[in-house]
């Protein structure tokens, strides 16, 4: 069974510094490997989605790589605004179907 | 409205009472999926649908009854629940069921059991 976890579990940055939130998998037999933003009171946002083949995507200051090998995902966020608070959630899909198992997420508080 | 909505918003109940849980796509979709969120667990996959038929039951109390009447509307009906399933529900849809197929989330049903 696919477990995965999310390291911190919450992280206070002052403004305009680079941060790195990480994700980690148990069953590296993934599809692709998901990155989510999550405001409060509200649902998920889909920010990055990795295939299994890829090693990482980005989308402006967002950088998500993928190590398939080690079970692990990381979440790059770059000059961090205070926009950028919000829980980050990343989610794994495995070969079968299309279920996500989801983990913990990590909350992040940008300071002006 | 566009995207996925979920109706109402916040719901208080009793555990005795029946109540349902209301999710629309407008985003033409064949795939719905409902989510808990609780406060000290990581987001768990409770049901899919894909074509109006449910593909995944993912060991859900019988309490929780979902309902698909057509690919744009997906219903969780609940009954004699539990304190400890106060949690955060959301619905989510994709275009399609597999492969890499984005789910899109609605808002969200707040819900507390007294």
């Known amino acids: 069974k696919q477990e995965v976890t999310q390291i911190p579990a919450a992280l206070s940055v002052p403004e305009g510094e680079n941060l790195v939130l990480n994700c980690s998998f148990t069953?590296?037999?993934?599809?692709?490997l998901q990155w989510f933003r999550q405001d409060p009171g509200k649902g998920l946002t889909s920010l990055l989605l990795?295939?299994?083949?890829?090693r990482e995507q980005t989308s402006g200051r967002l950088n998500a790589s993928l190590d398939k090998s080690s079970g692990r995902s990381t979440l790059y966020i770059a000059a961090s605004q205070p926009g950028d608070s919000a829980t980050y959630l990343c989610?794994?899909?495995?070969?079968?179907?299309?279920?996500?198992?989801f983990g913990g997420g990590t909350r992040l508080m940008v300071k002006p | 409205e566009t995207g996925v909505t979920q109706t109402p918003r916040h719901l208080v109940m009793g555990m005795t009472n029946k109540k349902s849980l209301k999710c629309e796509q407008h985003?033409?979709?064949?795939?719905m999926y409902w989510y808990k969120q609780s406060a000290k667990k990581p987001l768990e996959l409770m049901f899919v649908?894909?074509?109006?038929?449910?593909?995944e039951n993912n060991s859900v109390p019988s309490r929780f009854s979902p309902e698909c009447p057509n690919s744009s509307h997906l219903f969780l009906h609940l009954h004699t629940l539990q304190p400890e399933d106060s949690a955060l529900y959301l619905c989510?849809?994709?275009?399609?069921?597999?492969?890499?197929?984005?789910?899109?989330f609605g808002p969200g049903t707040r819900l507390l059991v007294l």
């Open positions: 989510a849809s994709s275009q399609g069921f597999g492969g890499s197929k984005t789910q899109y």
């Open positions: 990795i295939q299994s083949s890829q």
């Open positions: 989610a794994a899909k495995n070969n079968a179907g299309n279920m996500l198992t």
């Open positions: 649908y894909s074509l109006e038929e449910r593909v």
């Open positions: 069953d590296s037999a993934i599809y692709n």
């Open positions: 985003l033409g979709h064949n795939a």
